[in-house]
């Protein structure tokens, strides 16, 4: 099997998280997986966001956390 690599994310104790360097500042939050594919879907669904330049920060984490907490409350099988 192939190892996965998966844009602007760090794997830590297995759970990825998003890290992105934003106007200087790190945005390190949670993705709430450690499924390689289901981050690197995670990531693309918030792509729109890294290239518009008048998103602020406080957007795109807001951004992450509906998306996590959206993804956490599907019930699993």
Do not use: H
């Not at 500042?25 to 289901?38: H, M, N, V, W």
């Not at 995670?42 to 518009?52: D, E, G, R, T, Y």
Request: proline fraction near 6%; include cysteine.
């Amino acid at each position: 099997m192939r190892k996965l690599s998966v844009p602007y994310t760090i794997n830590r104790r297995g759970i990825y998280y998003l890290n992105l360097r934003w106007n200087n500042q790190f945005i390190r939050q949670s993705l709430a997986t450690k499924d390689p594919l289901e981050a690197f879907q995670k990531v693309n669904q918030l792509a729109p966001l890294f290239s518009n330049p008048q998103t602020c920060e406080q957007t795109l984490r807001q951004q992450v956390s509906e998306m996590v907490g959206s993804d956490a409350r599907l019930p699993s099988n």
